[in-house]
């Protein structure tokens, strides 16, 4: 049995004030200057370690009160109040909401998962991965020393090739030559930036996180050509016109060629030259037969890895209403199955993975793996503000962030949904991450119940 995998992780301090959800209103007018001011009260001594920050040019309150309503009942003369802060209102958008990057902010700061001990209060159903519900039937009889006691479970993925059979000689000598494969023990890599700030140390910060976490990071060629201490742990992705010979790119256990005409013949040499480096194909996540029939060929020419992209928010890129990812996969894997092909080729998708059960969410509707990119750049404290795709200056300077400072951010965040990952898998009662792929029957699908429940209501009598 492999050993344990654990993330180290130590608190790392946020370089900004973080944004807080309410904001105080302290009028100062009617005071009736008590000789005990709920002020001096505040169990979090919020109104004593309040500055004027020069980095936000505000008042710091707003992101150290807890919000736990003491000082606002408290006041004699009412003088304080408590409002919602317009800036929270204005972080992220639909997907990645201010709760959300709250969240990830706190996990990345901490390497833990966030409690609420209010409890959970929003909607219990919505859109894209938030109309799954995942079967959680073990968490009423948990083990007897938890998940992180004497029970083990795996997060181990493989990224390769896999043999349709095995065959042995007649001393029973294993006759199948196994192809090349990377194993990862946690089912995430870091994939490319969508936007954001990005410079020589914000791909530092990547490539040493992922060495560490012993994943992959997924960047150009040109930027992974300057990181070659790092190459076991970098994937880069080229067009093939980018390159003039593929001895460029043999130095990388692994390379990912974008989808055009052309990539088929080179995979078809690649495969000649260098036998033994995983290549996989980087798809755009559409569904329908034409897209499906290109993801079939691929795995016909001996692929090793099939990564669909969706757009940031988790849907079919460049497409109004399209499909969310979680269709899309259950669309490629379930045709996969059906050509035989899916215990053969391992397959990534990227897009819209916003929080640790979507990784398992993403996983259950059929992929491999996933890919994250915009929670690494909400690590190191990005607003979602995208100013940056309009040339404007980033309001908290991810490009001159300090390489070791940005990797034990990520390395944190990736240490919190490790954590979740393990929590969600033992509520299943599933004990290893590669048994989780394509368990359709252990999620409840919104669209498919509402099907169930109401479709014999509403059918048109006729028919």
């Not at 304080?80 to 204005?90: C, L, Q, R, V, Y």
């Not at 959300?100 to 996990?107: C, D, E, G, L, S």
């Not at 793996?369 to 995208?386: H, K, S, T, Y």
């Not at 290893?432 to 479709?455: H, I, K, P, S, Y």
Request: hydrophobic share 40%.
């Amino acid at each position: 049995m492999p050993k344990k995998y654990h993330i180290h992780v130590h608190a790392t301090p946020n370089r900004f004030p973080v944004i807080g959800r309410s904001g105080i209103v302290d009028w100062g007018e009617g005071c009736l200057k008590c000789a005990k001011c709920v002020k001096t009260e505040c169990v979090y001594g919020v109104y004593k370690a309040r500055r004027f920050s020069t980095d936000i040019f505000g008042d710091t309150i707003d992101q150290l009160c807890k919000s736990c309503f003491r000082c606002v009942q408290g006041c004699p003369k009412r003088l304080i109040h408590k409002t919602i802060n317009p800036e929270w209102e204005s972080l992220g958008d639909d997907l990645y909401t201010p709760e959300t990057i709250a969240i990830t902010w706190t996990q990345a700061e901490t390497g833990s998962i966030p409690v609420s001990g209010a409890g959970y209060g929003g909607k219990f159903s919505g859109p894209g991965f938030d109309s799954m519900w995942t079967d959680m039937s073990e968490i009423v009889r948990p083990t007897r020393d938890g998940i992180h006691g004497r029970e083990y479970i795996s997060t181990i993925v493989e990224i390769g090739r896999k043999p349709f059979r095995l065959e042995f000689s007649e001393q029973g000598h294993l006759v199948t030559k196994l192809p090349s494969a990377i194993r990862l023990p946690i089912p995430i890599i870091f994939d490319m930036f969508p936007f954001g700030d990005i410079s020589d140390n914000v791909w530092r910060s990547t490539a040493l996180a992922a060495s560490r976490l012993q994943t992959l990071v997924f960047l150009p060629l040109s930027e992974a050509k300057k990181l070659s201490e790092f190459k076991d742990n970098l994937v880069p992705i080229f067009s093939p016109s980018q390159i003039e010979s593929l001895a460029d790119v043999s130095q990388f256990r692994m390379i990912e060629i974008h989808d055009e005409p052309s990539t088929l013949n080179l995979l078809s040499k690649n495969k000649s030259d260098n036998p033994d480096q995983i290549v996989s194909v980087r798809m755009e996540a559409l569904s329908g037969k034409s897209q499906l029939k290109k993801a079939l060929q691929y795995c016909e020419a001996g692929i090793d890895l099939i990564h669909y992209v969706a757009d940031e928010r988790g849907y079919e890129p460049s497409i109004e209403n399209g499909l969310h990812i979680k269709d899309v996969i259950k669309e490629i894997h379930n045709s996969m199955v059906r050509a035989t092909f899916r215990d053969e080729v391992s397959f990534l998708v990227s897009g819209g993975i916003a929080m640790a059960e979507h990784v398992i969410k993403a996983i259950l509707c059929g992929a491999n793996m996933v890919g994250i990119d915009i929670p690494l750049l909400i690590a190191l404290e990005c607003r979602v503000c995208r100013n940056c795709r309009e040339g404007g200056q980033c309001p908290v300077s991810i490009a001159k962030i300090d390489p070791a400072y940005g990797a034990d951010r990520m390395v944190n965040l990736i240490g919190a949904w490790h954590n979740q990952l393990l929590e969600m898998m033992g509520a299943m009662g599933i004990r290893e991450v590669r048994r989780l792929r394509g368990e359709q029957g252990r999620v409840m699908f919104r669209e498919n119940l509402e099907n169930d429940t109401f479709a014999q209501l509403f059918m048109d009598s006729d028919s």
